[in-house]
């Protein structure tokens, strides 16, 4: 695994992880959730393709100032630029869901979607509803209260090795409700400014059946807007599938890169 800084607009550094050789596929995390989101992923994919992903501003590893979503974006693709990639599918969870569907817009070398508890309501809503699920730093009891919330009943039992290592990250990584405060003051303002049927490129949409955050109206929603969306629901799962259910979306994003992906030829 490779980690790359590359220097922010705000003069501060955007850190990149890439691991593996292959057609690229980036992780999008969201703000407000430390580094640990693809971590079930990640390396899963990083063998068969390049797998690409960066610290989400906002978390208390990242060095960088809050970016907003078109902000990030541009830093997307200057790495990508800089980085010869040609084509890439683009993986999204919360809030980067809306960062992967504003970069797919905005440039021309996403090749597809896999987007994952996406936001689909006034992000004033969404923000209200994460401040009730964010931790408080250094208290377990707390974070795993309020994890114990956000995710499904049965992911605590069934994997109560897994739960107690998201309790431990969250812990040491998330934002508290006043970095929640920030995050949204900085990015409440956006709203899509193009109607979701010119994204014609292929999209599956991901959402867990207990998501206490993204209701299934929304999903519904996002999905049949757009003209190439597929959903599908994740059943037994709150609002972190990717965790809780993770060979299940393993196997979706798998099915997913190889029926979409372009591999050029050496």
């Known amino acids: 695994m490779t980690d790359i800084n590359r220097p922010s607009v705000d ?9 593996g050789e292959g057609p690229v596929v980036l992780f999008v995390p969201s703000p407000g959730f430390g580094g640990w989101q693809w971590a079930w992923q990640f390396q899963e994919i990083a ?15 990242s060095d960088s100032e809050l970016r907003s979503i078109q902000q990030t974006t541009y830093h997307i693709e200057r790495l990508l630029k800089e980085e010869n990639v040609r084509h890439v599918q683009l993986l999204g969870f919360g809030l980067g869901s809306l960062v992967a569907l504003e970069y797919a817009k905005r440039y021309n070398r ?19 509803a994460m401040r009730t699920y964010a931790v408080t730093a250094n208290n377990r009891d707390q974070t795993a209260a309020v994890t ?7 992911f605590k039992q069934q994997s109560p090795q897994s739960f107690d290592q ?34 014609t490129l292929p999209t599956q949409v991901l959402r867990g059946t207990n998501d206490p955050i993204v209701g299934r109206s929304e ?7 757009l003209p190439r969306g597929m959903r599908t629901d994740i059943k037994s799962s709150g609002h972190l599938p990717m965790v809780e259910r993770a060979s299940t979306v393993n196997d979706l994003i798998a099915g997913h890169l190889e029926e979409h992906t372009t591999r050029e030829l050496e």
């Open 47 to 61: 063998g068969p393709y390049r797998a690409v992903t960066y610290l989400p501003s906002g978390t208390r590893d």
């Open 11 to 19: 003069g501060s550094e955007v850190q990149y992880q890439i691991a």
């Open 148 to 154: 114990t919330e956000l995710t499904s009943i049965s």
């Open 166 to 199: 998201l309790v431990e990250w969250r812990m040491q990584e998330d934002p508290e409700p006043s970095g929640w405060a920030d995050i949204s003051a900085v990015l409440d303002d956006y709203s899509r400014d193009w109607p979701l049927y010119e994204m």
């Open 110 to 128: 996403a090749q597809s979607l896999l987007l994952i508890s996406t936001p689909n309501s006034p992000l004033e809503e969404y923000f209200d």
């Open 219 to 225: 999903t519904v929603d996002l999905t049949d807007n």
